[in-house]
């Protein structure tokens, strides 16, 4: 079970991950992220964002209807561009598996979160390490995105991973929906992920 979570969880996975940025490209233009503030920015998003998402990957691990799942987890996501990015990354995701396992266990039309907490199930993988797995390779990648945006260097960003290992861990935790209902307020990086098509230069497709 360890190497096939390991296999799923990595952030450089073939499912279109590198090429959303899901407001992070705005927020650097802006100026509301800075190198300094990666850090901080990463962990109130992983306490509001994180958290939300955590609890999907949880309630189709414990085999809630997929697809109600995924039409609630499309409701939670105000701005279009990062519902497009999550189904996108869900539609790959969902094809990788089906192709890994050589039967098309995991619907094709599932947000992100949704397609990981079933596979996770589907492959035996204990809820909790699917949980902070999946929030832990989401952080891998948005800290990735910044490298990009900005001068941040390697053994930094490896930092900054680091550092968010106990937001990660929260988050995950505060995920488990059967203590307390999941509420999620992100408007800066939801209004910045909208906005992203007026950018007049963009790296990222979100």
């Excluded at 995924?70 to 969902?94: I, Q, T, V, W, Y």
């Excluded at 396992?101 to 907490?117: E, K, Q």
């Amino acid at each position: 079970m360890l190497l096939e979570l390991l296999h799923l969880a990595d952030s450089a996975l073939p499912v279109g991950a590198t090429a959303h940025s899901f407001g992070v490209e705005t927020l650097v233009e802006q100026e509301n992220v800075l190198p300094e503030t990666v850090e901080t920015f990463l962990s109130d998003y992983l306490s509001e964002a994180g958290t939300m998402e955590a609890s999907f990957v949880r309630r189709a691990w414990q085999g809630e209807c997929s697809r109600l799942l995924s039409d609630e987890f499309g409701a939670r996501r105000p701005a279009r561009e990062s519902r497009d990015a999550a189904l996108k990354m869900g539609r790959r995701f969902a094809l990788l598996v089906n192709a890994l396992l050589g039967v098309s266990a995991i619907p094709d039309n599932l947000y992100y979160p949704v397609a990981f907490g079933l596979s996770a199930a589907r492959l035996q993988i204990p809820e909790d390490a699917a949980a902070v797995a999946y929030l832990r390779q989401s952080v891998a990648g948005l800290v990735s995105a910044c490298q990009r945006l900005m001068p941040i260097g390697q053994v930094e960003a490896s930092c900054i991973v680091w550092n968010l290992r106990t937001a990660v861990a929260a988050a995950a935790s505060g995920a488990d929906f059967r203590i307390r209902e999941v509420a999620c307020f992100t408007p800066l990086p939801e209004l910045a992920s909208a906005r992203h098509g007026s950018l007049e230069t963009r790296l990222f497709i979100s």
